[in-house]
């Protein structure tokens, strides 16, 4: 089993930027990939990134292409998500969880379990 822990969110004006991080612990050998997520409020948990270890490729949401960069350590056992030109639209909690296949790698489907508390990003003047 591999545990995530995310921190680094925040409250930040429009255009602002932010960098998350998810600290994995555990078997962490025995993960494809690790991906990010967010729940705004009233909505539903949305893929928003995902990266596969170790050989690093990554793949965004459409509404954040451009903007998020995800990216890993050299242990292969930490996340980031570099976040620029926040808006509104971004806040929410921030996730991450692990990415099992292919098809999980590019936001389908949602993990099923295993979430940890997240980390509230909020953007607002």
């Known amino acids: 089993q591999v545990q995530f822990v995310e921190s680094g969110g925040g409250s930040v004006q429009p255009g602002g930027s932010l960098r998350l991080s998810c600290a994995a612990s555990?078997?962490?050998?025995?993960?494809?990939?690790m991906g990010w997520y967010r729940q705004a409020p009233g909505k539903q948990r949305e893929w928003v990134a995902g990266?596969?270890?170790?050989?690093?490729?990554?793949a965004y949401a459409e509404s954040v292409k451009g903007r998020f960069t995800i990216s890993r350590n050299s242990a292969f056992n930490t996340v980031f998500l570099q976040m620029d030109s926040l808006a509104p639209e971004d806040t929410a909690v921030y996730y991450c969880?692990?990415?099992?296949?292919?098809?999980?790698?590019?936001?389908?489907?949602?993990?099923?379990?295993?979430w940890g508390q997240g980390t509230q990003v909020t953007v607002s003047s």
């Open positions: 990266i596969k270890i170790p050989v690093g490729i990554t």
């Open positions: 969880n692990r990415v099992n296949d292919l098809r999980q790698l590019y936001g389908s489907p949602l993990p099923r379990d295993n």
């Open positions: 555990g078997n962490t050998f025995s993960l494809y990939g």
